[in-house]
């Protein structure tokens, strides 16, 4: 089955600076790659994501970027506020398509931003 | 979250009693899931529904079964639980174009 693993654990930069946290995925079949936010004593929550065909997405300041040969993906976050702590996942899905398959995700451990004012 | 919510928030029960745990949506979407999340382990998938009455395992299903006999309702029980059970729960849903809305969860220990 799938398996993903995420880098850094934990990850403290200062506030303005840049984050990049990043991930691999085992599953050449895995077509659909979402990120999440957790804060504390939260659900995750979709942040942004991205589909196999296609190589970068962007959101204001964040921005995610896949590449299938090596199969990773990563998120940057650029000019990063004390509002962005969270705990952040990856996840990757090869069950996903449209028509409603059953998108089971399986994520990355988590990695924990601290964004030092 | 807006359209799902979970019950009961926190839940402290004894070692080899059943405990069951439920997720409610009001979106009408056909999936639902259940996680665990744990130090280390991120969220690991315990179970699935795809439709009503159709539930499949997920990567850590032993010890845990599920039912779902409305759309809007999908159960989590613990047969008989255990230490190893003590973890935050999260249920999810989605329409099945991709992104899931996760529940707020329930943390449960078992002592």
């Known amino acids: 089955g799938e398996n993903v693993e995420q880098h850094p654990s934990t990850l403290s930069v200062q506030e303005g600076d840049s984050a990049v946290i990043k991930c691999t995925y085992s599953?050449?079949?895995?077509?659909?790659f979402p990120w999440y936010k957790q804060e504390l004593g939260k659900g995750p929550q979709l942040i942004i994501d991205?589909?196999?065909?296609?190589g970068e997405k962007k959101d204001q300041r964040i921005a995610v970027t896949l590449n299938k040969t090596a199969k990773h993906f990563s998120l940057h976050i650029t000019e990063t506020q004390p509002e962005d702590s969270a705990v952040y996942f990856c996840?990757?899905?090869?069950?996903?398509?449209?028509?409603?398959?059953?998108?089971?995700?399986?994520f990355g451990t988590g990695t924990l931003l601290a964004v030092q004012p | 979250d807006a359209g799902i919510t979970q019950s009961p928030r926190h839940k402290v029960t004894e070692t080899g009693t059943p405990v069951t745990l439920r997720c409610h949506q009001t979106?009408?979407?056909?999936?639902m899931y259940w996680y665990r999340q744990d130090p280390g382990h991120g969220l690991r998938l315990i179970h699935y529904?795809?439709?009503?009455?159709?539930?499949d395992k997920g990567e850590v299903s032993d010890g845990y079964s599920v039912s779902r006999s409305k759309t809007e309702d999908f159960l989590l029980t613990l047969e008989s639980a255990t230490s190893s059970q003590t973890s935050v729960y999260f249920c999810?849903?989605?329409?099945?174009?991709?992104?899931?809305?996760f529940g707020s969860g329930t943390r449960l220990t078992v002592v």
């Open positions: 529904s795809y439709g009503v009455k159709d539930t």
């Open positions: 999810a849903i989605s329409s099945g174009g991709g992104g899931y809305t």
């Open positions: 991205i589909r196999s065909n296609v």
């Open positions: 979106e009408n979407h056909r999936y």
């Open positions: 599953d050449s079949a895995s077509n659909y």
């Open positions: 996840a990757a899905s090869s069950g996903w398509n449209y028509g409603g398959a059953t998108n089971k995700l399986i």
